[in-house]
């Protein structure tokens, strides 16, 4: 068996994760989760840091409710196949 050494290239890996159209796409993924989750849910992207990242969260008492009861964002994110 042969040893190897993987050193990741972080220079291009950051200019990739901050590029604008991942930004866009990151932000569509986002809504479409939103979207299948339903009311009582919000979502927000942030560019903040080194790459953008998409957040779903509890809106109102019904989402909490909802994710209290049936770990709704959970599901979604497990559906979404990312």
Not at 15 to 44: N, P, V, Y
Not at 48 to 57: H, K
Request: charged fraction near 20%; include cysteine; charge should be positive.
């Amino acid at each position: 068996m042969a040893n190897f050494r993987f050193e990741p290239n972080t220079k291009a890996f950051t200019e990739w994760a901050q590029r604008d159209c991942d930004a866009h796409l990151i932000a569509g993924i986002t809504a479409s989760m939103g979207a299948k989750a339903g009311d009582g849910f919000s979502t927000m992207t942030s560019n903040n840091g080194d790459r953008t990242r998409g957040y779903l969260a509890t809106a109102s008492t019904k989402g909490r409710m909802r994710q209290a009861q049936g770990h709704v964002i959970e599901r979604v994110i497990g559906s979404s196949g990312v």
